[in-house]
């Protein structure tokens, strides 16, 4: 079995929204347009297994010390290979070479996040007030049932 973790580039968006079409109907994640992935493809990684994209995950950086992790994803396929684990490791190392201070996750997943020294955290205390444009588009806005957990890089 052949993994690599890559950049994608611009071609790659139909098939990374193809890969996340069913997370995105359910409301576990957030629809992003075309011209969003193109705007933002430099904050995402893929992977792929055998040549086929299995996964990706964005780096999302809101100030000099707070990013988020976001539109993590793997096909049912490939889950159980602990390519999800490997995502969030990649985007730890990216916070950390931008010498960021803190990365959140906002999730269903909770305890996926806390396997990685992720902490749980009160919405509200969501350091340097996280912009909330995005939740407005969220199929459960305004009741938000995700967890925010936060990852200390310092």
Known sequence: MNIVFSKPNITNINEMQELVKEDVLNGNILLRTSDEMANTIRSYIIVKVND??????????????????????????????????????????EAREYQLKQLLALTYEEGFFKSLDFKLIKKENIPEHKIWADCIRCKHFPICDEKALIYQLD
């Open 52 to 93: 086929k994209l299995a996964g990706f995950v964005a780096l999302n950086i809101y100030s000099k010390n707070l990013a988020e992790v976001r539109s993590l994803i793997v096909s049912k396929k490939h889950r159980g290979l602990k390519l999800g684990k490997e995502l969030v490791k990649a985007c730890i190392k």
